[in-house]
């Protein structure tokens, strides 16, 4: 008993001493999230990095619906060194809309914490002729084919929230996939692709210049910074709207003292007033989730989409 004991202390002692140090280094986060994520990620980092005692390097990998940061992380050592933040288009849409996949939201990541809420919304270019969205809808009846909609991508939440309302609204409109959501600005201020669904965060600066305007508000539930704006759930009963939230993800297997460390970090400057509000003016709303109930919400999300995915008959791409 005596020698079961003493190798099991021998063989803990590393990951013990590990995460006692740590971090020893800076700190590598891949983005797998443009605009308001890119926000949020460097001023949680410029906030964190003191508190822990390193840098946090923020590397955008945005490609691809987010898949190529996530199995960069999926892959890395699972030494604290290598973090994600992601949403869920990364971890929860795409592997229910995409056929080949190189992770397993499941099995590749350690939860670190949620952070909170990107709120997402419906745009069209300021020529489009419709300005909410029982107009939207309308014109697309009487157009059907003829109206296309840009997200970020192939199995992101912003596709599958289309996607939903094209089954439940009778609507047929056609999806025009983006690498990044600045790109998906460009087009619908151009007018190539005359609607967008997107986070409020990416558009701001356009609507403010004028040059695209806010359809309507991707949830059940309006936005407090526009009230007026009404909601998809309000022109559709029964409308379940994705979730959209962005967290902080580690390797599998990462040490519990490490992501304890990160963790609480996390979840101290995403409370800071000040970064609450700045992160708010640009539409994330702060809800922030410690690891042990994050993980319950990602089963609960997946089984979600699942469902979505069935009742609307959606077959991966």
Do not use: C
């Amino acid at each position: 008993m005596h020698w079961m004991l003493l190798l099991t202390s021998l063989l803990a002692s590393p990951m013990a001493s590990q995460a006692q140090n740590y971090p020893a280094k800076p700190i590598r986060l891949v983005l797998t999230i443009s605009g308001g994520g890119d926000l949020t990620a460097r001023a949680l980092g410029d906030k964190m990095g003191p508190a822990l005692g390193a840098p946090i390097l923020v590397e955008v990998q945005s490609a691809a619906g987010g898949a190529l940061g996530a199995s960069t992380v999926a892959r890395a050592a699972p030494d604290g060194y290598t973090l994600l933040f992601a949403s869920t288009s990364t971890m929860i849409m795409r592997p229910f809309l995409v056929k080949e996949m190189t992770y397993d939201t499941s099995k590749d990541f350690t939860p670190i914490a949620k952070v909170g809420e990107a709120i997402a919304a419906i745009f069209a270019s300021s020529a489009f002729p419709a300005n909410n969205f029982p107009e939207l809808i309308d014109y697309a009846k009487r157009n059907p084919g003829k109206v296309s909609y840009s997200s970020t991508g192939i199995g992101t939440t912003h596709h599958l929230s289309g996607l939903v309302i094209e089954q439940m609204s009778g609507i047929n409109w056609v999806h025009v996939p983006y690498k990044t959501g600045p790109q998906a600005v460009q087009d619908l201020v151009a007018g190539r692709t005359p609607v967008s669904i997107g986070t409020v965060s990416t558009f701001t600066g356009m609507i403010s210049a004028g040059k695209a305007k806010l359809i309507a508000i991707n949830s059940n539930e309006r936005f407090s910074e526009t009230p007026s704006v009404l909601t998809i759930g309000e022109s559709l009963p029964g409308y379940d709207r994705p979730a959209g939230w962005m967290a902080y993800f580690g390797p599998a297997g990462l040490p519990q003292a490490i992501s304890r460390r990160v963790e609480a970090e996390i979840i101290k400057a995403a409370n800071d007033p000040g970064i609450k509000a700045k992160l708010l003016a640009a539409g994330i709303v702060v809800d922030t989730v410690p690891a042990d109930s994050f993980v319950g919400t990602i089963k609960r999300d997946l089984a979600l989409v699942a469902r979505l995915v069935r009742s609307a008959g959606i077959q991966p791409e």
